[in-house]
């Protein structure tokens, strides 16, 4: 089989239920949902972290977070981390750990052309993507969301401004269409497309935003009450925060950005079909994380999946993924297989006919059996997030094996089971009903955490002095 281009478009904090396709009725997205009929839509997929770089040096590496050690989103200017509660956030690697044999290298070494585009977030200086793999860098540095907004100027060190008022998101699209119409027919391209969007700031076109003001009120969904007051957050720095939950999917300005966006997919297809590439390229879509529905403005929605993004909870890690690759993809297919961020690395080095390196640690699976129609064993996906999550979260780790799937909660090592199947909210815990499986899992998720040498976090011994100091 020929080598295939690879376009990965990897969002930021897109939530499982944010397009048309996955089942929202206020966003709209048709271009997106035209290109999951036309390929395979993942219905179990997950991000590798319940938040953004552990997620992308995750799929850059094909390894666990806990195994990377980065561990939670890289906070450069140390002023966020560690958060204390009863416990006190495990340390963390603070940028992609040298020497990793990423997607990129394999890649690259294998002959393809290999470009980043959009946001890295996996530290600066020495750690930018041409240190890992990419021979281009449009828009990748150490910040994790665009600082100055979404409008140009944007000050982003490795992209140069353009014309005031310009928009990031049509702005990276601009450049990747712009490699693809330049690229070199003898040689395959691997694209790592970024998209700062839908992170905050939360800013969109003016015109956009007034379109979906105008499609809420229709829906009534203007006057819903879409925000509720919950517990307030679980850490000392952040006690007199309230957890703010979204109920609804009804911010105008949220549906805005993501209808830009659909827009702008819609133009790079339309840009790999005008090049000739529409039956010999694979595009992947997938998200860093759930939606964020807890904090900072909650601007989506995850319901019925319980929480968002920082969360261990499905609304935490469920992200929407389709794969449209004509001709080799069967058009309007769909996969219930539970799928996880590390499993990207072995597959797009399996359609590009590499395997792993001989000693290579790689904890993900290929899926392209999958995309071909076929079967995979059936096999546990882990999360470790021994952090407080800035949007309320306590630290924890998981395992889903089949339609169960187990949490521990670090603080008090309490466990939960759920039967995904018929309780996607996780809503009611079965492990006094199926002690044997909850025992199982919880055995299967400690071996895994001392296999990959996971990092805990430790006690805070001054807890409840420090505790009842922000109290008074």
């Known amino acids: 089989m020929q080598q295939p281009n690879i376009v990965f478009i990897f969002m930021d904090d897109m939530g499982w239920r944010d397009l048309g396709c996955s089942g929202s009725t206020f966003y709209e997205t048709p271009n997106i949902d035209q290109m999951c009929r036309e390929g395979m839509r993942f219905d179990c997929a997950y991000a590798a972290c319940p938040v953004c770089s552990p997620s992308r040096a995750s799929f850059l590496s094909g390894q666990y977070p806990a195994r990377i050690g980065v561990t939670d989103w890289i906070d450069e200017s140390g002023t966020f981390h560690p958060l204390r509660g ?8 603070k ?15 294998a002959g393809y052309q290999t470009w980043h585009v959009g946001k890295w977030h996996l530290g600066g200086g020495n750690y930018l993507p041409e240190n890992f793999g990419f021979d281009l860098n449009i ?31 049509d702005r990276l699209t601009d450049e990747a269409i712009e490699l693809i119409r330049k690229a070199p027919d003898d040689k395959p391209f691997f694209l790592n497309f970024c998209h700062y969007a839908v992170h905050n700031p939360i800013q969109a076109k ?28 679980h850490t000392i720095n952040k006690k007199d925060q309230c957890v703010k939950r979204r109920i609804v999917q ?52 995850n319901f019925p999946a319980a929480e968002g993004k920082g969360w261990m909870y499905e609304g935490g890690t469920l992200v929407p993924a389709w794969v449209w690759w004509p001709g080799h993809v069967a058009a309007g ?24 390196e001989e000693g290579q640690v ?10 071909q129609g076929k079967e995979i064993p059936e096999r546990p996906v882990f999360w470790h997030y021994p952090h407080y999550g800035n949007q309320g979260g306590t630290p924890g780790g998981s395992v889903r094996l089949g339609k169960y799937k187990l949490i521990e909660f670090y603080e008090d090592g309490k466990t939960v089971l759920f039967n995904l199947e018929q309780d996607i909210s996780e809503s009611r815990d079965v492990s006094e009903e199926e002690p044997e499986i909850a025992s199982r899992l919880k055995k299967m ?4 955490r001392e296999s990959t040498g996971a990092v805990m976090p430790q006690r805070n011994a001054d807890y409840e002095k420090e505790w009842n100091s922000v109290e008074t």
């Not at 998720?445 to 895994?448: K, N, Q, S």
């Open 86 to 93: 009863k416990l006190i956030d495990a340390p963390y690697l």
């Open 333 to 356: 297919s769909s996969c219930a297989v539970p799928i996880t961020t590390p499993d990207f690395y072995p597959t797009l080095l399996d359609v590009a006919g590499l395997a792993p």
């Open 139 to 169: 828009g990748g540095c150490e910040w994790g969301h665009p600082s100055y907004g979404y409008f140009s100027p944007y000050h982003i060190p490795t992209l140069e401004d353009g014309p005031e008022g310009e928009y990031l998101t």
């Open 206 to 233: 003016p015109e956009d935003i007034l379109k979906f003001q105008e499609k809420a009120s229709r829906m009534r969904l203007d006057r819903t009450e879409a925000l509720i007051e919950g517990e307030h957050f």
């Open 250 to 301: 009804s911010d105008p300005n949220y549906a805005a950005m993501i209808w830009n966006l659909d827009w702008n997919i819609g133009r790079l297809r339309n840009a790999l079909e005008q090049e000739g590439h529409g039956r010999d390229t694979i595009v992947i879509f997938t998200s860093d994380n759930g939606g964020l529905s807890t904090s900072e403005g909650s601007p989506t929605c």
């Open 445 to 448: 998720l400690h071996d895994w």
């Open 95 to 109: 940028h992609m750990p040298e020497n990793t044999i990423t997607v990129a290298e394999r890649l690259r070494n």
């Open 362 to 371: 790689c904890d993900g699976v290929s899926i392209l059996p999958l995309l």
